[in-house]
């Protein structure tokens, strides 16, 4: 008879829990057993929570290209990629009811045979033209397909615009009778581009002491001192981790300054990121505003 008592208890406990656990997780309307995180990043949730966060009213979703590429001897190949993590949740709260996507890594640096461009610097990862856009025309396909109806695309390297722009007109065409949009905005790449206005706001003035014949050494480029990098990147990676920008090497050896800009300490240095990437935001959002009234005109 214990025995019996035993075994009944057994079972009425298996049958409490029973709800947690017969549910079927592949079914399309399955309820999650516990509380949803939070994340903007949709590979930071679960298919749970992705799917119901598109039925309370976030589609939109942040497509953002980086790259790996040589970036001189201070900051990690990876230095769009970085920069796009601490960008784009501001982004994605300025423009509103947006997630955003896994950043695409890989994208045109250069030739790959003739290491042309930034392939001549090992580390570096190129992709060819075409299979660039035929990826990001998959990854905008997927996510259409699950109910996200604005895809934004934001590249944060040159090489990339051109690509973004050509599949976001291809899909738009293809997409006319539909609900979906592609909206590429080029602004968060050029518009300041590098902020070189804001910097200047800031007090924080770049030179390049070798300038090309004619031009002068204060101005926006991509390259000072024979050198990819500059305080706009290094801020915003620096972020994410100092060790990105090697800061604590470079205290070590008295270099931690960059284009005759003296950094101060990694806590400016991380202010002044937070503060390049709300600044970013503002003319992202500004851009997809104008975007939304080309693309779904009244």
């Given amino acids: 008879m214990p025995n019996t008592l035993l075994h009944v208890t057994m079972l009425s406990l298996l049958l409490v829990r029973a709800p947690a656990f017969a549910q079927d997780y592949y079914a399309l309307d399955a309820q999650s057993p516990i509380a949803p995180g939070s994340s903007l990043w949709t590979e930071e949730l679960t298919w749970i929570e992705v799917r119901d966060a598109i039925a309370a009213g976030n589609t939109r979703i942040i497509v953002a290209t980086g790259g ?58 190129s992709l060819e033209p075409e299979t660039f856009e035929a990826l990001l025309r998959d990854i905008c396909l997927s996510f259409a397909a699950h109910g996200f109806n604005d895809i934004i695309l934001l590249g944060d390297s040159g090489g990339n615009q051109r690509g973004m722009a050509k599949v976001a007109e291809a899909l738009n065409a293809q997409w006319a009778d539909a609900e979906v949009r592609v909206h590429f905005l080029p602004e968060f790449y050029r518009e300041d581009q590098w902020s070189y206005e804001f910097l200047k706001r800031e007090g924080i003035v770049q030179l390049d002491h070798t300038p090309p014949s004619g031009e002068p050494a204060d101005r926006p480029t991509a390259t000072r001192n024979q050198m990819h990098d500059d305080i706009y990147y290094e801020a915003q990676v620096a972020v994410q981790d100092p060790a990105l920008i090697r800061a604590e090497q470079r205290q070590t050896k008295g270099l931690f300054s960059l284009h005759g800009v003296d950094l101060q300490s990694v806590e400016f240095l991380q202010d002044l990121g937070h503060r390049l990437a709300r600044y970013r935001a503002e003319i992202t959002a500004r851009a997809f505003e104008e975007s939304l009234q080309r693309l779904r005109p009244e």
């Fill in 68 to 125: 790996i590429e040589q970036n001189g001897p201070f900051t990690v190949t990876g230095k769009h990629n970085y920069l796009l993590r601490t960008v784009l949740p501001y982004v994605a709260e300025e423009i509103g009811d947006a997630l955003i996507a896994p950043i695409v890594k890989f994208v045109p640096e250069g030739d790959i045979d003739d290491r042309s461009g930034h392939m001549a610097f090992p580390g570096t990862v």
